[in-house]
């Protein structure tokens, strides 16, 4: 199984939740999308990533990367490039932005981590997005960055892809 980070806003590709992954023995590719603002032109970024992937992958995305990875997954569902998804991991996603309402589904195999302290991105949407589709959402005690809940990313990175500990 191949993992798909797709970074956030004003983060890198290689941020330490990518490390945190990588780390722990995934396959792993952070497609760049520094300094691209237009969430249609990241998940075209991903896409192509989407595509030179070997096979299955879970697509990982940090605040507007769990916006580009939602996005994706919605606008390929039903492709074969869309087959490909296994999952998704969204953590603290960016789903109140300009761009969001564009979401008409929901991958079945979708798990959200959103920090109740998170003072950029408001876990109602998130909570708002978890009902609306029927996704799993796991809240915990930290802030945006999620930067005390990488073992929490890894054990539920596990369960999106079906593997056990």
């Keep these: 199984m191949d993992i798909i980070f797709l970074h956030g806003l004003e983060s890198g590709p290689h941020g330490s939740k990518f490390q945190s992954i990588r780390d722990a023995g995934w396959t792993v590719s952070a497609p760049d999308c520094t300094g691209v603002g237009d969430v249609t032109q990241r998940v075209a970024i991903a896409r192509e990533a989407l595509e030179a992937a070997a096979g299955p992958v879970v697509l990982v995305g940090s605040s507007f990367g769990g916006l580009t990875g939602a996005r994706l997954h919605a606008d390929v569902a039903g492709s074969p490039v869309g087959e490909r998804i296994h999952g998704?991991?969204?953590?603290?996603?960016?789903?109140?932005?300009?761009?969001?309402?564009?979401?008409?589904?929901?991958?079945?195999?979708?798990?959200?981590?959103?920090g109740v302290q998170d003072d950029v991105v408001p876990v109602e949407a998130s909570r708002s997005f978890a009902e609306r589709f029927g996704c799993m959402l796991v809240e915990v005690e930290d802030?945006?960055?999620?930067?005390?809940?990488?073992?929490?990313?890894?054990?539920?990175?596990?369960?999106?892809a079906g593997v056990r500990a």
Excluded: F, M, W
Excluded at 88 to 114: K, M, Q, S, W
Excluded at 149 to 160: D, E, K, M
């Design 88 to 114: 998704l991991l969204l953590l603290a996603p960016a789903l109140h932005v300009e761009g969001a309402e564009a979401i008409d589904r929901c991958h079945p195999n979708t798990v959200i981590l959103h």
């Design 143 to 160: 802030g945006h960055r999620l930067k005390d809940s990488h073992a929490r990313i890894l054990s539920l990175l596990q369960q999106v």
